[in-house]
């Protein structure tokens, strides 16, 4: 372990509970205490003070692309290639049907079991409409490589599994998705801000991703996607709404894209939960990703260690080898779900992923070694006592 | 005129500006006073101390439907048709898309010169994307009637134009349209909250509509969709996201739509512009639709009577009957970007839309006669004294 924490100053810039072990960033960012007053200015001074005219005179119309280069600065994309908006979901849906239109003799997207199911479900959605025979072909995480062949219109993966956090080599699957002939989207929904990307030097074709995990940017905060700029004039966007045209306020019959990624947007841009966002992302200047990448996995080995220590014959669901893993932890037990309930009730946040997913995360921005020993210390005694086996543990949340 | 405003009382619930004549709430509405705190306390409490459990424990994971039930109640929608979430243009292609797949053997969408770009701008985009020879059908509004003929899959309109604000009749647009077989979709962008709508009354098949003009939601608040109940079980959600699963948390492979309305949920939901959203909601309690119309009509025709008393040969482009008319009152003036900078600059805001149109909106919850009289006044002594005719009122806005 480094000796002291380089991330100590960080802690600081945020609001979190007090005696609270929160290991569950990876699902929702903690709150960073600029965010507070940053919406309130938004709201009772460009909102409620300069009205309609905050569109241009708080620049809010250049929002979405402003606050998208801060992002891309986190992920290797140079300025102008990414733009804010929406949800995951509907930047998946836009990344996957462009990239069908650009390989239009091909007819199969390839993902893999690890994916997070709303990029598959977007898929299959976009397969009935378009109602031409393509074909979602999903298979086991290490069959990707072997699976990507000319027959593959595009492969569609998130990088980091959210359930196991084995991670994807991103450069390695581009280039061989690139060498016949496929494009590649990633999915950085657990990446960015978790570990240096470099989706310029990796040549990737599309990118998307959430903010409201490692970006801290707030529950259902609004999304991102990457269009490398070689592909970012030819990719159709299939949700071309006003915002994504080239002269919104011409008000046009007919829909002309904007040049480059400003196409991507699509309606009103969501102002407040974007400056929220613009707010959350003050955290990362100066953040040094390298250092920020070294310090997780510190923190990740520790946890496995502790909990190990103790408990070897807790299985442990994410690769050892902490090179091929984001930034977070997950061990299986068959009764995970009660016994995240029981942590939960002991103040250590993780998750539960069904079926038999414990799941933590590791944001050094606002943990310290202190919180990874006291978060394993508490697991391995919940286990070893039993204590998590109560009917109140079992009993389920609509939101695991 | 009402001897006394009967919304005198709401206006206290709204922040603005003093002495600003606002007549721009037909494009983002004034802010209401209860949005501040709400936001503030959903931010500090719900996520800096509840953090991820607030999914359950503050109940985000309902927020769209338990705030759509809000909006319901304004529309004429019952209780769970109508879910929240994304912006306009995507909840007009999932019901485009829906609608579309119901009407397999049909190939044209009409709408018509008075519906909002974005909404045409979606259609093509659909239309694209699927290849199957659709055709998007645009004719003058005064032609909608005539041209629904048994090749229409789709009746899409917004209801009131946004540059004239020329009201179609929903009923009966919406009962020829199943006189031959086709649906009908409706853009509630202004009129929701601005004039009675009976969604179930009319029978309309889908709806949508935006809650920053005259439901006060806040700039790029949440958009919302209804699906007539007699078609919610039927309707393929085309943007067919985690949120829109059955069981979203069950993490299946393959999507399996939630029942009735929820399937058009789509990603994870806005929460902080939901909340927003919720609280502005609150200055609707209680408000009676039809006395909020009867204002509205009282207050433009006030604004008319006021300009032509002294401008007679300015155009009104908006119908001068009422009853044909949403909320909102237009006049066409070749040089109408000057004139609208113009006015601006004297505090009266309305805005403008290319080529000739300056518009003005008519909010009874927060406007009263006298600011109706001073804007009609200052809007007569700008266009009297030329004094709109300046360079700096030339200079183009990003956003008009």
Chains 1, 2 share one sequence.
């Not at 905060?221 to 070689?230: C, L, Q, S």
């Not at 102002?271 to 920020?292: H, K, N, P, S, T």
């Not at 996995?297 to 893993?325: C, K, M, Q, T």
Request: aromatic share 8%.
């Amino acid at each position: 372990m480094s000796a002291i924490d380089p991330f100590h100053a960080t802690r600081a810039l945020f609001d979190l509970p007090d005696g609270l072990v929160y290991l569950d960033g990876n699902s929702l960012g903690a709150l960073p205490k600029a965010v507070g007053p940053r919406v309130a200015e938004v709201i009772a001074s460009e909102w409620g003070g300069q009205l309609i005219g905050a569109w241009n005179s708080a620049g809010w119309v250049d929002l979405p692309r402003r606050v998208g280069d801060r992002v891309g600065r986190l992920i290797g994309a140079p300025a102008g290639t990414v733009v804010m908006g929406d949800t995951l979901s509907i930047k998946v849906y836009q990344a996957l049907a462009s990239a069908l239109e650009l390989r239009p003799d091909r007819h199969v997207i390839l993902s893999d079991t690890g994916n997070f199911p709303t990029d598959l479900y977007m898929a299959q959605g976009l397969i009935a409409s378009l109602g031409r025979g393509h074909e979602l072909r999903v298979v086991e995480p290490e069959a990707v490589e072997g699976a990507i062949d000319r027959s593959v219109a595009a492969v569609m993966l998130t990088q980091v599994d959210y359930r196991t956090g084995r991670l994807h080599d991103m450069a390695a699957l581009t280039r061989r998705a690139h060498d016949v002939g496929a494009l590649a989207i990633w999915d950085l929904a657990h990446s960015a801000g978790a570990l240096p990307i470099d989706l310029l030097g990796a040549d990737a074709d599309f990118a998307v991703g959430c903010t409201y995990k490692y970006l801290n940017g707030g529950p259902g905060a609004p999304a991102f996607i990457y269009v490398a700029p070689r592909l970012a004039d030819d990719a159709r966007p299939a949700l071309s709404g006003w915002f994504g045209h080239d002269s919104p306020f011409a008000f046009e019959p007919s829909y002309r894209p904007a040049a480059g990624v400003e196409r991507m947007r699509v309606g009103t841009p969501p102002v407040v939960a974007l400056a929220a966002l613009d707010a959350a992302l003050d955290v990362w200047e100066g953040i040094d990703m390298q250092a920020l990448r070294a310090r997780s996995i510190e923190l990740g080995n520790l946890f496995i260690a502790e909990v190990h220590r103790s408990l070897s014959d807790l299985e442990l669901a994410s690769p050892e080898d902490a090179s091929r893993r984001g930034s977070q932890v997950s061990f299986r037990h068959a009764e995970g779900y009660a016994v995240m309930q029981a942590l939960i009730a002991e103040g250590v946040i993780g998750d539960y992923r069904a079926p038999d997913i414990i799941r933590f995360g590791f944001t050094p921005l606002y943990l310290g070694e202190d919180d990874v020993r006291r978060g394993a210390a508490i697991l391995v005694d919940i286990l070893s006592s039993g204590r998590w086996d109560r009917p109140e543990f079992r009993r389920r949340n609509k939101v695991t």
